[in-house]
Nanobody, 124 residues
Framework: VQLQASGGGLVQAGGSLRLSCATSGLTFRRYSMGWFRQAPGKEREFVAAIRWTSSTHYADSVKGRFTISRDNAKNTVYLQMNNLKPEDTAVYYC???????????????????WGQGTLVTVSS
């Protein structure tokens, strides 16, 4: 199983980025996928998730600004990030698991597979 995150970069506050996570080696349509982020000196935190049913879930800090989506034909999950803020600066990781239950969807420990991370830097 491989997850390959891409799309990070440097953007000014108020700008937008679209992250992608291409997967291989798994039955993508049956997997719940999540995005997490980790800023320097901080713990990894939940950003957004999309279950295999396509239901979506967001951290309060990104609601209304970020949108998670999936393309089962391309085995890829996306994170559209709008109105970025300096506090969004972090390494963003995609994660996947077949058996994440709804009550645990925000916990990194619930996901078996992880991508390598892509750095997002938002300047003020």
């Amino acid at each position: 199983v491989q997850l390959q995150a891409s799309g990070g970069g440097l953007v000014q506050a108020g700008g937008s980025l679209r992250l992608s996570c291409a997967t291989s080696g798994l039955t993508f349509r049956r997997y719940s996928m999540g995005w997490f982020r980790q800023a320097p000196g901080k713990e990894r935190e939940f950003v957004a998730a999309i279950r295999w049913t396509s239901s979506t879930h967001y951290a309060d800090s990104v609601k209304g600004r970020f949108t998670i989506s999936r393309d089962n034909a391309k085995n890829t999950v996306y994170l559209q990030m709008n109105n970025l803020k300096p506090e969004d600066t972090a390494v963003y990781y995609c994660a996947g698991d077949r058996e994440v239950i709804l009550s645990s969807i925000t916990f990194p420990t619930e996901y078996d597979y992880w991508g390598q991370g892509t750095l997002v830097t938002v300047s003020s």
